[in-house]
Structure formats: structure tokens, C-alpha cells
């Protein structure tokens, strides 16, 4: 059995890429609109493309952050 691990928080992407982690909640949500200058910032800390982050439906960019935060499995011992 396979479970998955949160490996970064969206407090440390925000932290990374140089902004307020209400910010990146605000994004996320689709609250607010990700400036371009951002979204690069995002996309070199997450791997998400920029379009997504500066275009995308905010659901989708939830579920390519979820994908991302709990990416790495941890195996035990199977």
C-alpha cells in the first residue's frame, strides 16, 4: 500500500517564489489573477507552466497543485 506525503507546503512554494502565502491562496482559489512575473516564479518552483497559473480555471490549477504537494509516495515496505 502506497500512501503520499505532502512534501512541500504552500506556505514554503509561496515563500520560494517570493510572495505572501495568502497570495498564493488567493490564486489558487481564483480570488486573484497571477501576474505573469508570478507565475514564471511558480513555474520554476513547481514545474506547473506558467499558462496555467496566468490563464488557467482555477480548478485545475488546485489539481496540479495537489498533484504536485503529494507527488512523492512512500512506501511501506511492500
Keep these: ?3 503520499y506525503k505532502k512534501h512541500i507546503t504552500q ?3 509561496a515563500q520560494l517564489a517570493h510572495i505572501q502565502p495568502d497570495f498564493l491562496s ?4 481564483g ?3 497571477c501576474p505573469p512575473a508570478v507565475a514564471v516564479r ?3 518552483v513547481t514545474g506547473i507552466e506558467r499558462k496555467l497559473w496566468v490563464w488557467g480555471d482555477p480548478k485545475d490549477i488546485r489539481q496540479e497543485l495537489e498533484n504536485y ?3 512523492k509516495p512512500i512506501n511501506h515496505g511492500h
Aim: aromatic share 6%; net charge positive.
Design 1 to 3: 500500500m502506497k500512501t
Design 11 to 13: 506556505k514554503e512554494i
Design 26 to 29: 488567493h490564486i489558487v482559489r
Design 31 to 33: 480570488r486573484r489573477r
Design 42 to 44: 511558480l513555474e520554476e
Design 69 to 71: 504537494l503529494y507527488s
